[in-house]
């Protein structure tokens, strides 16, 4: 397949829109010309408790999945609406509650399920393996 144009955008919960602390929980991958729009979202929550902390005020794990699993479900439902880069920020900019997506970047996409699945390996996965330190004295 030939290189298209994609662009991405980080899905995050951010409880308190003044403070912009968010943290991702999932991403986004829109490519017009392959006509392919999909999310990957966490399916817990652990890195919003590490980001925020388990005892976080008001914090309700089922309101979030259920807004998780919104993005997902609306994506699906309009899917054939998207055919530009003005609808998928239409889409953006009606999401108001604490799970929001963030300005879609633009990026080069040879695969899109392979892009989707690096993206958020990279940008929600799991942390990176720290490189193995060397003792400074052999």
């Known amino acids: 397949m030939a290189p298209t144009k994609g662009y991405y955008g980080?899905?995050?919960?951010?409880?308190?829109?003044?403070?912009?602390?968010?943290?991702?929980?999932?991403?986004?991958?829109?490519?017009?010309?392959?006509?392919?729009i999909d999310a990957r979202l966490a399916p817990g929550n652990d890195r919003i408790r590490r980001f925020?902390?388990?005892?976080?005020?008001?914090?309700?794990?089922?309101?979030l999945n259920a807004a998780k699993r919104s993005i997902e479900n609306r994506l699906?439902?309009?899917r054939k609406h998207f055919s530009s880069l003005d609808d998928l920020l239409i889409f953006i900019n009606t999401r108001a509650n604490e799970v929001r997506i963030s300005q879609p970047r633009p990026m080069k996409v040879i695969q899109p399920e392979d892009a989707i699945k690096e993206l958020f390996a990279e940008l929600v996965g799991g942390r990176p393996e720290r490189a193995r330190q060397l003792p400074l004295f052999p």
């Open 76 to 78: 699906k439902i309009e």
């Open 10 to 36: 980080l899905i995050q919960f951010c409880p308190d829109p003044a403070r912009l602390e968010c943290a991702n929980v999932g991403v986004l991958l829109y490519c017009p010309e392959a006509n392919f």
């Open 52 to 63: 925020f902390g388990k005892d976080y005020p008001n914090f309700d794990y089922d309101r």
